[in-house]
T-cell receptor, first 112, second 111 residues
Framework: SQKIEQNSEALNIQEGKTATLTCNYT??????LQWYRQDPGRGPVFLLL???NEKEKRKERLKVTFDTTLKQSLFHITASQPADSATYLC???????????WGAGTKLIIKP | KAGVTQTPRYLIKTRGQQVTLSCSPI?????VSWYQQTPGQGLQFLFE???????NKGNFPGRFSGRQFSNSRSEMNVSTLELGDSALYLC??????????FGQGTRLTVV
């Protein structure tokens, strides 16, 4: 069956360290993958998009990698800050169908 | 430009009633998607409208329906409300096959 998996347990990281979140998928061939941030009671906010032919994308302290062989994307936040604490969601999109397929999200907690 | 606007922000309804939620997308965006989010369940896709046509539909019962108007504004309706329908309902708009822009959501509580 098709599924997307993100670490269901909260990830606790010390301030200043690099946080790495994982998004694994099976039985999909996505054209691209997106990462979003969601704060409690609010809608997700788009962060980064990476296409199937791209290995890595960066934006300020954020970095995303996409390995279509491993069927995995890694999301890194360097020099993490308490304000980075939130739930991070990954979403896949196929070329044939615009509908985004969402992971359940990983809660990230950055401790001062 | 203005973001995605959802109304109302909060709603309390009784079992058996029906409810209509509204979403105004970003100007120029023709795609509007609706999601249900409950604690621990992530984003569950309801349906997507593009140019007034339902283009995709999730696995929700027929009590959940939607529509899109010529100005791209969208509504979703839930009839015969059940306690399990209590959730945050999110609307997202998009201009193409790129990022989705979400509204603040409507928190629905069914009592």
């Amino acid at each position: 069956s098709q599924k997307i998996e993100q670490n269901s347990e909260a990830l606790n990281i010390q301030e200043g360290k690099t946080a790495t979140l994982t998004c694994n998928y099976t039985n999909y061939s996505p054209a691209y993958l997106q990462w979003y941030r969601q704060d409690p009671g609010r809608g997700p906010v788009f962060l980064l998009l990476i296409r199937e032919n791209e290995k890595e994308k960066r934006k300020e302290r954020l970095k995303v990698t996409f390995d279509t062989t491993l069927k995995q994307s890694l999301f890194h936040i360097t020099a993490s800050q308490p304000a980075d604490s939130a739930t991070y969601l990954c979403a896949l999109a196929m070329d044939s169908n615009y509908q985004l397929i969402w992971g359940a999200g990983t809660k990230l907690i950055i401790k001062p | 430009k203005a973001g995605v606007t959802q109304t109302p922000r909060y709603l309390i309804k009784t079992r058996g009633q029906q409810v209509t939620l509204s979403c105004s997308p970003i100007s120029g965006h023709r795609s509007v998607s609706w999601y249900q989010q409950t604690p621990g369940q992530g984003l569950q896709f309801l349906f997507e409208y593009f140019s007034e046509t339902q283009r995709n539909k999730g696995n929700f019962p027929g009590r959940f329906s939607g529509r899109q108007f010529s100005n791209s504004r969208s509504e979703m309706n839930v009839s015969t409300l059940e306690l399990g329908d209590s959730a945050l309902y999110l609307c997202a708009s998009s201009s193409s096959y790129t990022e989705a822009f979400f509204g603040q959501g409507t928190r629905l509580t069914v009592v």
